[in-house]
């Protein structure tokens, strides 16, 4: 008896290519937040951008001004949640792609050399971020013990 091979479903193959097309180490999941993008073409630079989406390994970034594929990045994002406590993670990576984006500026995908690392100590960098002037540590006077 000879046995005819069926084909798959659409619904099968829809997956399959969906599956195809998106090969990333790791998920990727929508975030708008600041950052700074810092790089190096015979001038330090540095830009204020926004992210679009993020993973483990790479972020897509909104910025006003393009930066060429395969530039040494650094990327510093703070994260906060209710205006509470804020986390500053910082990583270093390459520029991946750089596209212009339809509704204004460019996009800039980076990959990083490794998991964003949290940079707790930084608060210079985290109100530059935050579009706010860094603040002085205060000094609070001890009073005497009697």
Do not use: W
């Not at 000879?2 to 990727?28: A, D, G, I, N």
């Not at 993973?55 to 393009?66: D, E, Q, W």
């Not at 707790?120 to 609070?140: D, E, F, I, Y």
């Amino acid at each position: 008896m000879r046995r005819e091979s069926t084909l798959p479903s659409t619904r099968s193959l829809e997956r399959l290519v969906e599956y195809q097309k998106e090969q990333r180490r790791s998920r990727r999941f929508t975030l708008k937040q600041a950052a700074m993008l810092r790089h190096t073409d015979g001038l330090s630079r540095e830009l204020t951008a926004e992210t679009e989406n993020a993973s483990l390994h790479g972020v897509l970034l909104r910025a006003p001004s393009a930066i060429p594929g395969a530039s040494e990045v650094e990327v510093e994002l703070r994260l906060c949640k209710d205006g509470m406590q804020s986390v500053l993670l910082r990583g270093a990576g390459r520029v991946v792609r750089s596209e212009i984006k339809l509704a204004g500026g460019f996009g800039i995908a980076v990959a990083f050399d490794q998991p964003l690392t949290e940079r707790s100590h930084a608060p210079a960098v985290a109100a530059k971020l935050a579009g706010q002037p860094a603040s002085t540590p205060k000094t609070v006077a001890n009073p005497k013990v009697r």
